[in-house]
């Protein structure tokens, strides 16, 4: 079945470093959605990218989607103790179903 | 802001009971998910719900069932509970037009001993 997959499973940096996670999708992707989870909460909804080839920002955060709409990437500039998480991707193959395939996550941990 | 709450935070049963997990939602929205999420292994789907009394099997439905009658709950019920079903159950909702994304409510860390 489709599968998305994200790398890597874990991350420890120490504040001030960069981070980044990786998705790939076995199958062409509608839009790719992001989501951040705080120890101990419900994942809550960072951005939404739907055009090939696509990049937002959000103050540190840079998002990607590849051109072939099949991976994308969410990167944190100079780390800090509250970005502490784990980050979702989640790919949506129709756009309308709302039916999304979540990657595994990635948890990162920020030394202070 | 759209509130998605979840009957129990906590919750312990032994194998063969049956379970219910309730999910309301108060924004008025149109779909509705049940998830399970287990370490490495990311949210998987359980059963969605496009509207009213509309259901339709996700990744990993058995052992599992829903009811939706009403357009703000959608329950979740473990027919008869086994310990391979101890996990976190996250319910979410989606306003039904495209491209929209999914509100979480707070999950339900069941234990089935």
């Known amino acids: 079945g489709q599968q998305v997959m994200q790398i890597p499973q874990y991350q420890h940096v120490q504040e001030g470093e960069d981070f980044t996670t990786y998705c790939n999708s076995s199958t062409t992707l509608s839009n790719i959605q992001w989501y951040k989870q705080r120890p101990g909460g419900h994942p809550v909804f960072l951005i939404q990218l739907v055009k090939s080839g696509e990049v937002k920002k959000q103050k540190r955060l840079t998002f990607q989607f590849g051109e072939a709409k099949k991976n994308s990437s969410l990167h944190i500039t100079a780390t800090q103790t509250t970005d502490v998480g784990t980050y979702f991707c989640?790919?949506?193959?129709?756009?309308?179903?709302?039916?999304?395939?979540f990657g595994q996550g990635t948890t990162l941990q920020v030394k202070p | 802001d759209v509130k998605v709450t979840q009957s129990s935070r906590y919750l312990v049963k032994r194998t063969g009971e049956k379970v219910f997990l309730e999910c309301v939602q108060d924004?008025?929205?149109?779909?509705m998910f049940w998830y399970r999420q287990d370490p490495g292994l990311g949210l998987r789907l359980i059963y969605f719900?496009?509207?009213?009394?509309?259901?339709e099997k996700g990744d990993i439905p058995e052992g599992y069932s829903v009811s939706r009658e009403k357009k703000e709950r959608f329950s979740l019920i473990l027919e008869s509970a086994s310990t391979n079903q101890t996990s976190m159950y996250l319910c979410a909702c989606r306003r039904r037009s495209s491209y929209n994304e999914q509100f979480f409510g707070p999950g339900t860390r069941l234990t089935v001993l």
């Open positions: 989640a790919g949506d193959l129709s756009g309308n179903t709302g039916k999304l395939i």
């Open positions: 719900s496009y509207d009213v009394k509309m259901k």
């Open positions: 924004m008025d929205h149109e779909n």
